[in-house]
């Protein structure tokens, strides 16, 4: 199986750039991919989309918790065509995977479940996906730097198309979100209500099943998601009242996604982007 990754998690520009990463800084490849290996996997995340006061744009912001976190590492990257800027991207200097970004009309983060390139990963199953369809890795960066600018729609039939099982995505257009989560069994596409929309890192309905009870961390994990995606929602709602529906004022988002719950002691960024004008509006590094 990890030979089938090495090969098919990367496109042939990303390999490229990785390449060109080694050479300039006399690095040996090995180590680079590598690098971005553990990074493209480790990690579980909170998302999703609230109204912003005022005009009732989506803004859309994620919270990225990994064991490895390198904030000293952690870049905001504009990507260029002709000189006008396609995407901006939160990143790790090196990692060719976009896991955090924007462009006009589009947001996407991704936050992986915790059993990616485990149970499921190992099934025959899962290695023929790996042949027919691009994983996220690839996916998500064409979505963000190709020429137009792709629809809501046409992200998430990209990104349900056989591969890969265990990621979980939010997107928005900055009028409406989507996300993709999963059951045990399923993929769970989701749509904002009312401008807001929360994903965390876990599965939907019954996840008392024997492959969670077998990992009694992960299940603990798992639950610690479904916490944060419950108080993140009662946040929103309650913070909606008080100005009778007019919308989330920045600082307000900022301020939740800031401190515990949301932001836990493996919490390496924070970010609030708005898709309507393509910006990364705030963020933060942590050292976790």
């Known amino acids: 199986m990890q030979a089938i990754e090495k090969r098919y998690l990367f496109s042939n520009e990303q390999y490229a750039e990785m390449k060109g990463i080694a050479e300039q800084a006399d690095i040996p490849f090995e180590d680079i991919l590598a690098y971005n290996l553990v990074l493209t996997h480790q990690f579980g995340c909170t998302s999703g989309t609230v109204p912003f006061i005022g005009d009732g744009r989506l803004l859309h912001y994620r919270n990225l918790d990994t064991n490895l976190s390198l904030p000293q590492l952690l870049i905001q990257a504009h990507f260029k065509r002709g000189g006008e800027t396609v995407a901006k991207a939160i990143t790790h200097l090196g990692h060719v995977v976009l896991t955090t970004g924007v462009r006009q009309g589009l947001s996407i983060s991704i936050n992986t479940d915790l059993l990616y390139g485990a149970a499921f990963a190992q099934s025959f199953q899962n290695k023929i996906d790996w042949l027919l369809h691009d994983p996220f890795s690839i996916t998500i960066r064409d979505l963000l730097l190709r020429e137009e600018t792709p629809t809501l729609e046409q992200a998430v039939d990209e990104l349900t198309q056989g591969h890969p099982f265990g990621i979980f995505t939010l997107m928005s257009d900055g009028i409406s979100g989507k996300s993709i989560g999963h059951s045990v069994e399923d993929i769970v596409v989701d749509e904002d209500k ?74 390496a960024l924070s970010c609030i982007m708005d898709p309507t004008a393509g910006e990364i509006s705030w963020c933060a590094a942590y050292q976790t």
Do not use: C
């Not at 939907?204 to 024997?210: K, M």
């Not at 077998?214 to 993140?232: C, F, G, H, P, Q």
């Not at 301020?255 to 836990?264: A, G, L, M, V, Y």
């Open 194 to 267: 009312g401008g807001i929309l929360t994903l965390g890192n876990h599965f939907s309905g019954d996840i008392g099943s024997a492959i969670l009870l077998a990992n009694s961390s992960i299940t603990r994990k798992l639950e610690d998601s479904m916490k944060r995606v419950s108080y993140m929602e009662r946040m929103v709602h309650r913070g909606l009242e008080r100005v009778e529906g007019q919308g989330v004022p920045l600082e307000n988002l900022r301020s939740w996604i800031s401190k515990s719950p949301i932001k836990t002691p493996e919490t």
